[in-house]
């Protein structure tokens, strides 16, 4: 196996179609972090593309950055915060879970559309992509989008893109629009709710006038290990709301959510550094690190039936965003490995879709992370692998199998 690392995308393109010609196939690694999520790379040689890197062009006025793919998520953050800016999908950081390896870049936070709590608020990553370039498996260039929000005619490619794991082009670089960071945080904590009331309340919080950012609900046994002292000395369910922006705003509004969970019990406040923190364990899964490869799903569910899906799991759980995303540390019973059929199941039955977060490469491969897709939509899979990588050059097996 040999590695190439290409230092632009003139190099990339170069790399690609010299695979394409003599049918070889890559595995695609930028900063290497996702490497333990999706199904295994099966490739004949790697593309690490860590030196496309950097930013193109920043402008804080027009709420808008480019950058390369591979620019560390770090050096964008810090960048962005110093003019009180950030990309409003508050991208999680998967590395406690997945073993801390490796460097998150944008492109890889684009490959795989994750975003964090925020997401109830300001959606997926997917809906912040404002332009893209890109290498398709056919070796070839192409930009899509444009950097205006309404720039978009005929095929969204840049929604196409995230969420492809790499599995459709090798992204070179990336424009992202940006928001003002919010002025101000509370996070408001209850103490020894249940799953069923405590998603009730959540749920009147997000569809009300409040403007909620953040809304969870944590076991007790899971609570009590965030780094968090309020949150680890509860030694209680910990149920989380969180409210951000201007000031004036942003108090008068935590007074009002504080307000309505009076009947529920006393609430405590986080502030700043606290309630990042929290947020942060809550993201990105790392209150369920522990456990080596163990299974962790991550579940999306109407948020209606969340707690009964919860309760199922047991206390290895987190909710998130008011009960539309649910994170599970399962058991691995006999015959099914990483508890597929058990977690597949409970989703299916409550109208959601499962996704293996971690697990060992071997269950990864054979039990598959991704929701099995319908006939109709696999069709369409295919078909969308076709127009962009006929050879099958990129990632081969990251997504499913056959793909």
């Known amino acids: 196996m040999s590695t190439f690392a290409p230092a632009d995308e003139a190099e990339v ?30 490739a004949d040689d790697v593309l690490d593309v860590h030196r496309v890197a950097g930013v193109i062009d920043y402008a804080p006025e ?45 492109g890889g936070i ?15 990553a997917r809906d912040h992509v404002l332009a893209v370039r890109l290498v398709t498996g056919r070796g070839e260039t192409v930009k899509a989008g444009g950097k205006v929000v309404k720039n978009v005619t005929g095929y969204d490619v840049c ?51 409040l403007d909620i950012s953040g809304a969870a609900w944590l076991p007790a046994r899971v609570a009590a290990r965030s780094g968090v002292g309020y949150v680890a000395s509860a030694g209680a369910a910990v149920t989380a709301v969180r409210v951000e922006g201007p000031a004036a705003s942003t108090l008068a509004r935590a007074k009002l959510v504080k307000d309505r969970l009076a009947t529920l019990g006393p609430a405590e406040e ?7 923190m929290l947020w942060h364990e809550i993201g990105g899964a790392g209150l369920l690190a522990g456990g080596g490869e163990s299974p962790v799903w991550r579940l999306a569910l109407p948020p209606s039936r969340a707690a009964a899906v919860a309760a199922a799991l047991g206390e290895a759980v987190i909710v998130d965003g008011a009960g539309s995303v649910l994170w599970a540390a399962v058991d691995s019973p006999a015959g099914d490995p990483v508890g597929a059929r058990r977690v597949r199941g409970l989703a299916r039955d409550a109208e959601g879709v499962a996704v293996l977060m971690r697990a060992a490469p071997g269950p990864r491969a054979s039990e598959g992370v991704f929701e099995p897709l319908a006939p109709g939509l696999a069709a369409l899979t295919r078909r969308v692998k076709d127009a962009f990588d006929p050879r099958r050059v990129l990632n081969p097996g990251r997504m499913y199998a056959e793909l």
Do not use: Y
């Not at 684009?110 to 959606?123: F, I, S, Y």
């Not at 995230?162 to 424009?175: D, H, K, N, P, R």
């Not at 928001?179 to 103490?191: N, Q």
């Open 110 to 124: 684009v490959a795989a559309n994750l975003a964090g709590p925020r997401r109830m608020k300001a959606g997926a």
């Open 159 to 209: 929604k196409l893109l995230a969420g492809s794991f790499g599995t459709l082009g090798v992204m070179t670089e990336i424009t992202v629009k940006v928001l003002p960071a919010a002025e101000k945080t509370r996070t408001l904590l209850l103490f020894g709710v249940g799953v069923a009331l405590a998603l009730a309340r959540l749920s009147e919080l997000a569809s009300g006038p």
């Open 13 to 42: 393109r170069d790399a690609v179609a010299a695979a394409a010609a003599k049918g070889a196939t890559l595995e695609v690694v930028g900063g290497g972090s996702k490497r333990g999520l999706g199904r295994p790379v099966a």
């Open 62 to 106: 027009e709420l808008m950055l480019t950058a390369r793919a591979a620019t560390p998520l770090v050096d964008i953050e810090r960048l962005l915060a110093r003019h009180g800016q950030a990309l409003a999908f508050e991208p999680p950081d998967l590395g406690p879970l997945l073993g801390g390896e490796g460097i998150q870049t944008l």
């Open 270 to 276: 986080l502030h700043g550094h606290n309630s990042t």
